[in-house]
């Protein structure tokens, strides 16, 4: 989940212009509807689908994707939700706190692990009075930019099942149309496991063949399987 201001209900947050997604964030939505329209696709037997096999399975891909776009898009909500109250709590605290140490303490609990260790005791001090100086936090809301999030969370799942299944639009011949669709399959999985690799500072290479690997285990599985 992308990272919020630390008080999202002041007025500065809502004018801040901060990435819906993280770049890591829509490169895992985009696999996790590849991979599930992938299983869609490998459950075609090759020897033995028809024309209204093809239809069925491109009818199941776009409805399966279709509701865990939605599912995850509701997901996306809850934990901008939950992120906002920690958030408010997190302020809330600090003006509650019996003294400056607590409240510090309450504030180097809210940062990251590492935020919080390279931080000296005048830094703390700082963050607290400009704290004490914003209002009490009232409920956590979601506003646009969550519903924008959880939009393009629905929207990276369902759409990513169209270009697995386009060979089958287009091409009669079923055995052509699967190794197309394999082939496009394989090819969006290099490239978003490179881009994954890149976007959380891992190797590109390992991850790009990695999900390559994934994505050929699925299509060797079919095959074996009959598909």
Not at 86 to 93: D, E, F, G
């Amino acid at each position: 989940m992308r990272k919020t201001a630390l008080v999202p209900t002041t007025p500065s947050d809502a004018r801040r212009s901060a990435r819906v997604l993280e770049p890591s964030e829509r490169i895992s939505e985009v696999l996790f509807g590849l991979i599930m329209v992938i299983t869609f696709t490998g459950s075609l037997s090759i020897a033995e689908a028809g024309r209204d096999d093809v239809r069925t399975m491109i009818i199941g891909a776009l409805g399966c994707n279709l509701a865990w776009g939605i599912i995850d898009g509701i997901f996306y909500l809850l934990a901008s939700l939950a992120e906002r109250g920690r958030h408010v709590m997190t302020l809330n605290a600090v003006h509650d706190a019996a003294d400056p140490q607590r409240a510090e303490q309450v504030i180097a609990n809210a940062l990251s692990p590492l935020m919080a260790s390279v931080l000296e005791p005048a830094d703390l001090k700082l963050i607290h009075q400009r704290l004490l100086k914003l209002p009490r936090a009232g409920l956590a809301r979601l506003n646009r930019q969550d519903a924008t999030g959880a939009l393009a969370v629905f929207l990276l799942v369902f759409f990513s099942t169209f270009p697995v299944t386009i060979p089958f639009l287009f091409v009669r011949h079923i055995p052509t149309a699967m190794r197309a669709s394999n082939g496009i399959a394989l090819l969006m999985l290099l490239v978003a496991g490179w881009a994954y690799g890149r976007a959380v500072g891992r190797s590109r290479w390992a991850f790009s063949a990695g999900m390559a690997a994934l994505g050929s285990s699925l299509v060797a599985l079919t095959i074996a399987l009959g598909g």
